[in-house]
């Protein structure tokens, strides 16, 4: 598979840059401010939530090139561990922060037999692994079993709270995303994504640099996932352990560019809103649209959104230099 | 537990081991000649159940005859998959991650695709055979689930008949150990594969059609079925047809006695964790197993 990283030229790099990310950010901080609907505030959310889920997985799949059927396990975990901490009366920043270390040990538990498989035999144990832990949550008499789970909330529903946390948590996930990609971790899995054998020669531990981008990515999926149980309130495991939840999070980074820093948060907005719009008309066309979208990635542009983005770019700059293609 | 209890359960486990066979061999064949995890199976599973459904409730064909008739119009519809998309991938001689999600992209049009015809409800099939059983002493047999898996066994004997005796089945067998020397032998790969996966297609609409005359089904039907196919066929060692049945046989036995171990709601995690488990401690599948012992000694 092409990845992303390779057909980026320079003019996207310039692009992705941090000014675009924080002009991002500014924008969707002011949002608010224009009194858009609590319609509004809802969707842009999500979409939140899933570019914090998408960035994430990215790290993983992106990056090292490791692709995970399972990362639903991550959101779910998340999920529950967010509203059993605020149940058990702590604050919502400590209950984020919870989730995400209880998911990033499940990712550790997952890791240590899994990565001992590689490419697409690692893709599909997590499926495996995924589809146990959904029948497990559902049998769990502790948290409610298939019924689900309640969080007793205490004082008045603010939804710009919400917003604004789920803007940290994606913010946060962004900001990672880029450390890793610039450290010598991001060279590491950069390499194993090429070739693990090589990059194993050149000193590259590569069970040790994917079991550590597995954990980072896990935890950015599960405090997705505790934003998300804030806002909800009520969980039950098909909804955030279902296989669905993790075709999106697999999806969403392919769609936007898999392996760039910008790819996988133009993938959640894509996403994010093509999912609300056709959910309440059509609730399967979404999937077979992006079932559709992946076979055609596939076949003609792996590079995604950026792929084709970078395309027309190099198209144009051609025209316009006279045809004096370098 | 009487012993008649456990020879009912070992007879019943037996039986599904034929359809699981039949289920698995698709992905088998598929594999071994291109080295593509078919993700899409469970999407041609759950077409070749409302196949037969539909032959049977609209024009009352026999659910028996509608599996017959699935078998050319999965085949033609694998070799146009095959040509459509298939084709157009990179072949390689490991499994690429870009086959697995082309696939898993088909497996969510297939699917939604069945939602948006046939809706979310479940849909069984039902016959006067349905509920007729035999008897063989204190053995209780279900006349459908013998039924199933007689056509099963079939099918898997008129496969390996086609492997063992024609020219292409030594083609996909060469394929199958050697693709470079296969084509230096002279075997048209592209041609090959066609066929092949025409075949993977075919068997999965068949035993989607058998798999519907003993489950009710919905157009998330394949999911469960597919991992377990991977189950059978990684037990047996990705690539061999023996190992297919030796698989097949190991599941179902596993799944028909945990009952006596697992709660109810805990089953479906079996074949999820067995998969996990086969992948992690038994790369090579069970033969594998059996080589190592063979150089340790």
Known sequence: MNYGETSSGPFIRRFSSQAGFLLLLFLVAALPLAHPG???????????VWIAASVGW?????????????????????????AISLNAGLGRASSLLLAACVAAAASVLISLPTFRLRGPYFAIATIGVSEATRVVMTNLQFTGGASGYRITEHGAFNQLLHYYVALAVAAIAVAVSILVRRSKLGLALIAIREDEDAASDLGVNPFRSKLLAHAIAAALTGAAGGVYTGYAAFIYPQGVFGFDISVAILLMPIIGGVGTLLGPVIGALVYGFVHEELMASFPQFHLLLYGALLILIILFEPGGVMGMFDKAVRFVRARSSGGSHP | MSAADVANLFVS????????????????????????????????LMLGAYFVFELYTRFSIDPLLGVLLGFPVFFLIGMGIHWLMIRRIPRSDQPTLASLLLLFGLWLVLQNLGYLIWGSSDRAILTPRTLSTFQFGPIVVPAVRLVVFGVAVASLAALEFVLRRTWFGRAVRALMQNSDAGRLAGVNVERTARVAFGVGIAFAGTAGGLLAMLYPFTPDFGGSFLLRAFVIIVLGGLESFAGVAIGAVILALVETFSIL????????????????LALVVLPEGIAGLWNRRQRWT
Do not use: E, W
Not at chain 1, 38 to 48: D, E, G, M, W
Not at chain 1, 58 to 82: E, H, K, P
Not at chain 2, 261 to 276: C, D, H, K, N
């Open chain 2, 13 to 44: 486990a037996l039986l599904l081991a034929g359809v699981y066979a039949a289920m698995s061999v698709g992905m088998t064949i598929i594999y071994g000649v291109m080295k593509i995890v078919n993700l899409a199976h469970a999407g041609f």
């Open chain 1, 38 to 48: 609590p319609n509004v505030v809802r969707l842009v959310f999500i979409t939140l």
């Open chain 2, 261 to 276: 171990a697992i709660p109810a709601g805990y089953q479906p995690a079996i074949a999820f964790s067995l998969l996990v």
């Open chain 1, 58 to 82: 990215n790290i993983l799949g992106g990056f090292a090139g490791q692709v995970s059927f399972g990362f639903a396990v991550f959101f779910g975990v998340g999920a529950y561990a967010t």
